[in-house]
């Protein structure tokens, strides 16, 4: 019953509706049963198969033979299967309508909740929807990150590409640089370090008033200040004095500077200042620390097992071809230290000049000339090792 007007509900007249249709239905069935079984009864009759004058009694009336025929009396055998069918169809209809509805009701129900839900729980409802959202871009901010990643991986391999010939060839470059120019680098250091093979304590120095002093019969020189005490390689040709320089200092003579020590004139002694660290020679920093004289020091020269002292009167930078240099007007034994500079180069060519103080020079021998002619005078002086671009330069020229 409907709360609000007292007579039947919505659903209420659906069902009754429906039951209304179900026993008309059920009835017309039966009906057409009926008549179809009367018409088979007359035909009989007309064939013979029935006694004719028989009636059929029913709710209609009796009837003659010739007109319609007499519906007979309904058993309770065909009420009950009258009643059956339409249970069936009853139970069979509402069954299914009644399922229907119920799961419209539940549906109904179902949405009810979940809007009641939604408005109980707003906020809650909110929080969780944020919450979702932001699983999802959590989510999405993790693949992003992966094809970051993948992307960053790509990039760096693509700059590794470009990268390793660039790397190789700055490293085939500055291998090159230091094979070439390496002796910058060691030979500043070297002018500070014992040079040679000689160890670090200082050499003492000697009194310069003790002449005609007796020494081995090993001609050396020897500089305390710069703690150098190296063989001296005499009698060398101009064509031999850079291949003797790697066994210690030569005595480099020319014409008018050919003097050996005791000698009125100038003795000049040649020797390396740097070269390549990957070199082979011992003596190739020997000359290093030149630069580091000062006048008044001291430097000894052990000849035919005596020690000759001189005492350092000055210093002078020129050309290497500025060979005439070495030849001086003197009355006094005269020495001339010559090598390359500035360190680690062969441009110039640095000259420490010193004069004999022991032993006594009275009564020395004045210095002879070369037996060479002066058109065959060396022009250049010695220099130090030559370089690797040098030595590539004479390899290709066939020097």
Same mark, same amino acid.
């Given at each position: 019953?409907?709360?609000?007007?007292?007579?039947?509900?919505?659903? %209420?007249?659906?069902?009754?509706?429906?039951?209304?249709?179900?026993?008309?239905?059920?009835?017309?069935?039966? %009906?057409?049963?009926?008549?179809?079984?009367?018409?088979?009864?007359?035909?009989?009759?007309?064939?013979?198969?029935?006694?004719?004058?028989?009636?059929?009694?029913?709710?209609?009336?009796?009837?003659?033979?010739?007109?319609?025929?007499?519906?007979?009396?309904?058993?309770?055998?065909?009420?009950?299967? +009258?009643?059956?069918?339409?249970?069936?169809?009853?139970?069979?209809?509402?069954?299914?309508? +009644?399922?229907?509805?119920?799961?419209?009701?539940?549906?109904?129900?179902q949405v009810k909740k979940i809007r009641a839900d939604g408005e109980a729980q707003g906020a809650?409802?909110?929080?969780?929807?944020?919450?979702?959202?932001? =699983?999802?871009?959590?989510?999405?901010?993790?693949?992003?990150?992966?094809?970051?990643?993948?992307?960053?991986?790509?990039?760096?391999?693509?700059?590794?590409?470009?990268?390793?010939?660039?790397?190789?060839?700055?490293?085939?470059?500055?291998?090159?640089?230091?094979?070439? +120019?390496?002796?910058?680098?060691?030979?500043?250091?070297?002018?500070?370090?014992?040079?040679?093979?000689?160890?670090?304590?200082?050499?003492?120095?000697?009194?310069?008033?003790?002449?005609?002093?007796?020494?081995?019969?090993?001609?050396?020189?020897?500089?305390?200040?710069?703690?150098?005490?190296?063989?001296?390689?005499?009698?060398?040709?101009?064509?031999?004095?850079?291949?003797?320089?790697?066994?210690?200092?030569?005595?480099?003579?020319?014409?008018?500077?050919?003097?050996?020590?005791? %000698?009125?004139?100038?003795?000049? #002694?040649?020797?390396?200042?740097?070269?390549?660290?990957?070199?082979?020679?011992?003596?190739?920093?020997i000359f290093s620390g030149l630069e580091r004289l000062e006048e008044g020091d001291i430097i000894?020269?052990?000849?035919?097992?005596?020690?000759?002292?001189?005492?350092?009167?000055?210093?002078? #930078?020129?050309?290497?071809?500025?060979?005439?240099?070495?030849?001086?007007?003197?009355?006094?034994?005269?020495?001339?230290?010559?090598?390359?500079?500035?360190?680690?180069?062969?441009?110039?060519?640095?000259?420490?000049?010193? =004069?004999?103080?022991?032993?006594?020079?009275k009564g020395a021998e004045i210095a002879k000339d070369v037996d060479i002619e002066i058109g065959?005078?060396?022009?250049?002086?010695?220099?130090?090792?030559?370089?690797?671009?040098?030595? #590539?330069?004479?390899?290709?020229?066939?020097?």
């Open positions: 019953m409907d709360s609000k007007t007292g007579g039947l509900s919505y659903d %209420e007249k659906q069902r009754q509706a429906a039951a209304e249709i179900a026993r008309r239905k059920v009835l017309q069935s039966y %009906e057409d049963k009926e008549v179809k079984e009367a018409a088979q009864f007359i035909k009989r009759q007309e064939k013979g198969e029935e006694p004719k004058g028989l009636e059929k009694q029913g709710s209609r009336g009796t009837l003659g033979v010739s007109a319609t025929p007499v519906l007979r009396q309904v058993t309770n055998d065909e009420w009950k299967k +009258y009643h059956t069918a339409w249970q069936e169809y009853y139970q069979n209809y509402y069954s299914q309508y +009644y399922m229907n509805a119920a799961k419209e009701y539940v549906a109904k129900e809650t409802g909110v929080k969780g929807s944020a919450v979702v959202s932001s =699983e999802a871009e959590a989510e999405k901010s993790f693949k992003e990150k992966i094809r970051e990643r993948a992307m960053e991986r790509a990039k760096k391999a693509s700059r590794r590409r470009w990268l390793m010939p660039i790397i190789f060839g700055v490293s085939v470059v500055l291998v090159i640089l230091f094979l070439q +120019y390496n002796r910058l680098i060691f030979a500043p250091i070297a002018a500070y370090v014992s040079p040679g093979e000689q160890p670090s304590s200082e050499i003492s120095a000697i009194d310069s008033n003790v002449t005609l002093t007796k020494v081995s019969a090993e001609n050396r020189l020897i500089i305390p200040k710069l703690n150098v005490d190296v063989p001296i390689n005499f009698e060398v040709g101009l064509d031999d004095v850079m291949t003797m320089m790697n066994q210690g200092v030569v005595h480099y003579r020319i014409n008018g500077a050919s003097a050996y020590p005791g %000698e009125i004139g100038n003795f000049v #002694i040649t020797g390396h200042s740097a070269g390549d660290i990957y070199s082979s020679n011992q003596y190739k920093f000894y020269v052990h000849y035919n097992q005596t020690r000759y002292t001189y005492k350092m009167v000055g210093r002078e #930078i020129i050309d290497p071809t500025e060979v005439s240099k070495l030849i001086i007007e003197t009355d006094k034994p005269m020495l001339t230290l010559v090598t390359c500079w500035p360190l680690g180069t062969s441009k110039y060519r640095l000259l420490i000049s010193a =004069e004999q103080i022991s032993p006594s020079y065959d005078m060396e022009t250049t002086m010695p220099s130090n090792e030559k370089t690797l671009f040098e030595r #590539i330069w004479d390899w290709l020229t066939g020097k």
